[in-house]
């Protein structure tokens, strides 16, 4: 197992951008304990319906916030209070802001140093986000727009949460160029590729004819990643949006998760398109878990023995490197990565198209 330094992305350990913290449905008013950055952490979900992540442990004397089912704040059902979470020890009580805003038995001031870091969230498509920067600014970029998920054609997704994988992000980033490993992997050789490296959008789009699909049937899909955690692709014009994350869990370490927006076949869905959803999730799923299989027993790939027909490997490693620098640093690597990159002797677009 490698870690960030072993890559030589840049001096940071953990990368900027929005990563998956949890599926919405996870966070309720019980607190959740996650690790993600190296870091312990807590979500909870307050009375106005509001997600917030905060570090884990109180600064009164070191309590985790969340792992606790004994105290009586728990049992009494004091542990999160309006938007606030109070600390199973003593009770401090702790605001959205992450300041201490009371301390039942002491008539004290507060102490300015009673305060706890909060995270930015957004709740977004079933999922909660947080914003991670290792400079503490304020988010560069958006979260990717998926317009099928407001679309009523469409079945929405439950995630398939897949656990952590012993190796860096890194060996996952690189599929969005590996051309090379479609056919023998997956089953679909490309017919076409090229990617397309756009500031912090990095896109793949393929086509070709997947041994799983009717003879003659051509798998198109336009994939790309918005930032180095969350990837959205396109079958075939939009019918279907495949969603993968993956956040860093520990040097070395990440967490994943995959989903499938269906359309229904229908202007409006139905109840009982549920089951096509999940056949179809679950269809999408068996794909990925042959890269999966992959990462979870590969050695580090530092420096790949490249050769023509494997992808862009370089200009890949070059777009990441901007999560991993200072922000002012971002747009030189924007500018070194930039462009569109094919693949000698193939097609970059399907040339049988009417």
């Not at 967490?255 to 269809?283: C, F």
């Amino acid at each position: 197992m490698a870690g960030t330094q072993d890559y030589g992305l840049g001096p940071f350990t953990y990368p900027r951008g929005w990563f998956l913290a949890a599926e919405s449905k996870e966070v309720t008013n019980k607190p959740l304990a996650v690790r993600y950055f190296g870091q312990e952490l807590v979500l909870y979900r307050g009375e106005s319906g509001r997600v917030f992540m905060v570090d884990a442990y109180c600064p009164h004397m070191g309590t985790h916030l969340a792992k606790n089912e004994s105290s009586y704040v728990v049992q009494d059902k004091m542990h999160v209070e309006g938007d606030n979470i109070r600390c199973p020890y003593h009770a401090w009580r702790f605001g959205p802001d992450g300041k201490c805003n009371e301390i039942p038995y002491s008539k004290a001031p507060i102490p300015a140093a009673a305060k706890i870091r909060t995270w930015k969230v957004e709740e977004k498509y079933g999922c909660v986000f947080v914003w991670h920067d290792p400079e503490g600014g304020e988010p560069d970029y958006d979260l990717p727009v998926i317009p099928q998920w407001d679309n009523p054609a469409f079945v929405r997704w439950d995630l398939d949460h897949l656990g952590e994988l012993p190796c860096h992000p890194k060996e996952i980033i690189d599929n969005i160029c590996d051309v090379a490993h479609l056919g023998p992997t997956h089953g679909g050789p490309c017919e076409y590729f090229h990617n397309e490296f756009d500031g912090v959008v990095a896109r793949q789009r393929q086509g070709g004819y997947h041994r799983a699909l009717e003879v003659g049937v051509m798998l198109e899909t336009d994939t790309w990643y918005t930032g180095p955690g969350i990837l959205i692709s396109n079958f075939n014009e939009g019918n279907s949006v495949m969603f993968i994350c993956h956040t860093p869990v520990d040097d070395g370490r990440t967490r994943a998760w995959h989903a499938l927006l269906v359309h229904s076949g229908k202007e409006v869905s139905e109840p009982s398109d549920k089951a096509m959803q999940i056949e179809y999730q679950a269809g999408s799923l068996a794909a990925f878990a042959q890269d999966f299989d992959i990462w979870m027993n590969k050695a580090p790939c530092i420096t790949p023995l490249a050769v023509p027909g494997d992808g862009a490997y370089g200009k890949v490693k070059t777009w990441y490197q901007q999560f991993y620098n200072p922000r002012a640093e971002a747009e030189v690597f924007q500018k070194r990565a930039n462009g569109i990159y094919k693949i000698p002797g193939m097609p970059t677009v399907r040339e049988d198209a009417a």
